[in-house]
């Protein structure tokens, strides 16, 4: 009935560490899907604000970018920005996949945010 | 076809990982790119199985069912359980967020990426808030109208959920 899978590993991809900023503990952990990429980066022991971010399919030679909340906080303008900016650098990577971004931070300042 | 590896170094790279002084970063881990367990937990800060008071624990597993292969994620942090169900892929697929809300701590569900107007993935989001009693964020790839694989791989989650002691005791006596 169940059996492991010999051989294989498992298909999602994560890797997780832990800093310090300022002062807080955070707990970042990246998880790599087949169409999208997770990341959380939590203070607060929880996922928090959940921002999802993806390329928009274009022909200009600049891509744009769609951000969007869909849970959580939607008054900080900081961490919609902290998704752009994550986006466009992943878009640069070469990567085109969507972003998953859950950000419990307990600090929405500029300098905590990046 | 962009491999894995790469798109993950490049969002590591993104957040300015490789940038982070050796001094701040406390601990670091990452899943193996080889190896046949079914079952790993990669232990932060504290071991799995007691009081959990810091540290984010993250339990992947796969089971081969009649039906298909069912992969299981789960992240426990301190106030939250996020759990990803994949169904012969590694597709992300619909994301849910589950909470117990007042009064009388029922459950309320709400889709947050795609599945508007399917429920494969909501009811599980819902039952998992419910036993676990935290708020709970679930990703599931499960296709719509297969109640079969929903109910197993359900069934299977919340077992290793009662192995890994995220849930609340259950009051029929069994262990957990």
């Known amino acids: ?114 | 076809m962009a491999t894995g590896g790469g798109g993950l170094n490049a969002a590591a790279a993104a957040i300015g990982m490789e940038s982070i002084p050796d001094g701040l970063r406390i601990a670091e881990e990452e899943t193996p790119s080889t190896g046949s367990s079914q079952s790993q937990i990669n232990d932060n800060n504290s071991r799995v199985g007691g009081y959990i008071d810091c540290g984010v624990h993250i339990t992947c597993f796969s089971e081969v069912s009649n039906n298909g292969t069912l992969h299981f994620q789960i992240i426990r942090l301190h106030k939250q359980i996020y759990a990803w169900i994949g169904c012969n892929s590694a597709k992300f697929g619909h994301l849910y967020a589950a909470a117990p809300t007042r009064p009388n701590n029922t459950v309320s569900v709400t889709s947050l990426l795609g599945g508007a107007s399917d429920n494969t993935g909501s009811g599980i989001a819902r039952r998992l808030a419910l036993k676990t009693g935290l708020n709970v964020i679930v990703a599931c790839n499960i296709p719509k109208n297969s109640p079969m694989l929903e109910a197993d791989a359900e069934k299977k989650l919340v077992q290793k959920l009662i192995n890994l002691g995220y849930t609340r005791p259950k009051s029929d006596g069994t262990s957990s």
């Open chain 1, 1 to 114: 009935m169940d059996s492991s899978l010999s051989g294989q590993a498992f298909p999602v991809r994560h890797k997780n560490l832990s800093v310090d900023i300022k002062g807080h503990k955070t707990d970042i952990i990246l998880c790599s899907y087949d169409d999208h990429f997770l990341v959380i980066a939590t203070q607060i022991g929880s996922m928090g604000t959940i921002l999802h971010a993806r390329k928009e399919e274009g022909v200009s030679i600049h891509p744009t970018f769609n951000v969007s909340v869909v849970f959580g906080k939607r008054d900080e303008p900081m961490l919609v920005a902290c998704a752009r900016q994550l986006i466009e650098h992943m878009s640069n990577s070469g990567s085109s996949r969507p972003l998953v971004l859950a950000l419990g931070l307990r600090d929405h300042s500029v300098v905590q945010s990046q």
